[in-house]
Structure formats: structure tokens, C-alpha cells
């Protein structure tokens, strides 16, 4: 997908100069090829992002639908401890464990303690 994002910048450059050539009121074009030719560089070697990396421009999908998903399924589809093989509380740990992100949620727990089958185990001294 490099190699295509390359071929194509070029061509739209190209195609823009052209077209400015042709008619100056056409160098306009700049305006909207130019920032997806930039960011699509930007992308290409920057070191952070794999997915970014192979596939500029549209492996920013991947993270605005990664930032949209939790909102679409609190409305539409399941909360954050149903799902397999895991759940989303579970991925998201492993995700932030692997970027070696700050991995502990303090103040509690987002499950349901006072569903049947919750498993607790109440401290000794507080007998």
C-alpha cells in the first residue's frame, strides 16, 4: 500500500500541476489534494504507528473507528464486559500494556458486584 500511496500522490501532484497549467484557477485544487499528499508523507515515516505506516491516509480509519466503536456499542450493541474471547475491559488492558501505557484503573470496578454469580470474599477482621 506504500508503493500505491506513493503512485498516487504523484499522480494527483501531478494531475494538479497540470490542471494549475492549464487554467489558473485550477491551482485551487492544491487545496484539497495537498494536505492528504502531506499528511499521507507525514505518515510514511513516522515511527509510532505501524498500521499508519503501511497504509497512509486510511490506516487513520482504523483509529477514529477504534475512538467511535465504544460509542456505537454503548447505544447499539453490548457493554464493555460482554464480548468474546474477550471483552473490551480485558483488550483494552492488554492494549495498554503493550504500548506500556499506565495499565491500573483505580477507584473500583466497572462490573456489576451485586449480580447473582459475582464471586466476592469479604475481609476477616470485618467479622
Do not use: C
Not at 27 to 37: D, S
Not at 60 to 89: A, C, I, W
Not at 93 to 115: C, E, H, M, S
Amino acid at each position: 500500500m506504500r508503493k500505491a500511496f506513493v503512485a498516487i500522490a504523484a499522480f494527483l501532484v501531478a494531475l494538479t500541476i497540470m490542471l494549475g497549467l492549464y487554467h489558473p484557477f485550477l491551482w485551487w485544487t492544491f487545496l484539497f489534494t495537498g494536505p492528504f499528499v502531506i499528511l499521507g508523507i507525514y505518515d510514511l515515516y513516522q515511527p509510532k504507528h505501524s498500521i499508519v505506516r503501511n497504509y497512509p491516509v486510511f490506516g487513520r480509519l482504523r483509529y477514529f473507528m477504534e475512538e467511535l466503536r465504544p460509542k456505537v456499542y454503548q447505544y447499539f450493541v453490548e457493554s464493555d464486559v460482554n464480548g468474546t474471547p474477550y471483552n473490551r475491559l480485558n483488550r483494552s488492558l492488554i492494549y495498554q500494556r503493550a504500548k506500556k501505557d499506565n495499565d491500573t484503573i483505580p477507584f473500583g470496578t466497572q462490573l456489576n458486584v451485586y449480580d447473582n454469580g459475582y464471586e466476592w470474599l469479604s475481609h476477616s477482621i470485618a467479622a
